[in-house]
């Protein structure tokens, strides 16, 4: 059989694309308690179930960043042979999103890494990573930048992203906005005056439990509200529905001056959206702001990380 110039350099062809090494980005939404991690190809597509770590943030320096390493070797082990470009973290503030060196103190979580560069502590841990574009952003924000893009909203010019207990993000145009018409100082609510404090005061876990401590006699977690819920128990309604007042009487005001098509809901509390939400999404019905509630937020705080890591 004889074999042609043109068959030989299809078969060239196809081995090249047999040989193709699959690029890939490994994205971390770093929290408190836990690290969520997972592995995304070059379009932006989950390759790998998302998966949890303990974070161990209140251990020593190498502790904490020796688990930063093994975590993100778990991620690379799924793949072995593909190319790591990119290296994303969600992470909470305070911390220099530009350089990527966390910034916390007296919070009881990663205090033991404050002034440490994290791109640096990763490659000298991982020398196959040397070559890896690192990008870091707010956990809100890299959640609200993955609604904007991914969600369900995402053809809406004005978002506003809450998740109570965390934070609040403002887009326009898929865009985080720390100023301009209608955006607080830095893009935060929570040093806002409201009753006798400030709207963190109220708007939060502990604004929560405060409530629950006045109606049932003890605090609860969410979570124990939302199981009473679920078992019709009046006073835990009762609980939600004046925690649901709060958010109209201090949150809505502010973001009324923003003019959002719409806001989303992020995060665990928000499983008890249809317990403290109900009037709220009707004064939004009012402004004709759409409402959506997300209550699994590390994908798309994820998919927001890609967006920073492709799009600078």
């Not at 978002?159 to 906005?177: E, H, M, N, S, Y």
């Not at 679920?230 to 005001?253: M, S, V, Y």
Request: with cysteine.
């Amino acid at each position: 059989m004889i074999t042609t110039n043109v068959e030989i350099l299809v078969l060239k062809e196809k081995m090249t694309m047999t040989n193709y090494t699959e690029k890939a980005y490994l994205l971390l939404d770093v929290g408190g308690t836990q690290i969520k991690g997972a592995v995304f190809d070059e379009e932006g597509n989950r390759k790998t179930d998302i998966t949890s770590y303990p974070s161990k943030s209140r251990e020593s320096a190498d502790v904490i960043l020796d688990n930063f390493a093994f975590i993100l070797r778990e991620l690379m082990n799924t793949n072995p042979q593909a190319e790591i470009i990119g290296v994303g973290m969600a992470f909470p503030g305070l911390f220099d999103y530009e350089k990527g060196i966390c910034q916390i103190q007296g919070l009881n979580k990663y205090d033991s890494i404050y002034g440490k560069a994290l791109e640096s502590e990763m490659k000298k841990r991982i020398p196959e990573i040397e070559n890896a574009k690192f990008g870091y952003l707010h956990d809100i924000e890299a959640f609200a930048v993955g609604e904007a893009w991914f969600g369900e909203m995402q053809n809406e010019s004005k978002i506003v992203c809450l998740c109570i207990g965390t934070g609040i993000a403002f887009l326009k145009d898929k865009a985080p906005q720390k100023s301009g018409e209608g955006v607080p100082k830095c893009g935060w609510l929570y040093w806002l005056p409201y009753k006798d404090s400030i709207i963190d005061d109220y708007i939060s876990v502990r604004g929560l439990e405060r409530i629950s401590k006045e109606v049932l006699g003890e605090a609860k977690s969410g979570k124990e509200l939302y199981e009473l819920c679920q078992n019709n128990d009046k006073a835990a309604l009762e609980t939600w529905e004046r925690f649901g007042n709060d958010i109209i009487e201090a949150i809505l005001p502010v973001i009324e001056d923003f003019h959002p098509d719409a806001i989303i809901f992020g995060g665990q509390i928000s499983k008890s959206f249809a317990y403290f939400g109900k009037d709220f999404a009707k004064e939004c019905e009012k402004r004709n702001i759409k409402i959506h509630v997300q209550t699994e937020t590390s994908e798309k705080a994820m998919q927001g990380l890609f967006v920073k890591m492709t799009r600078e």
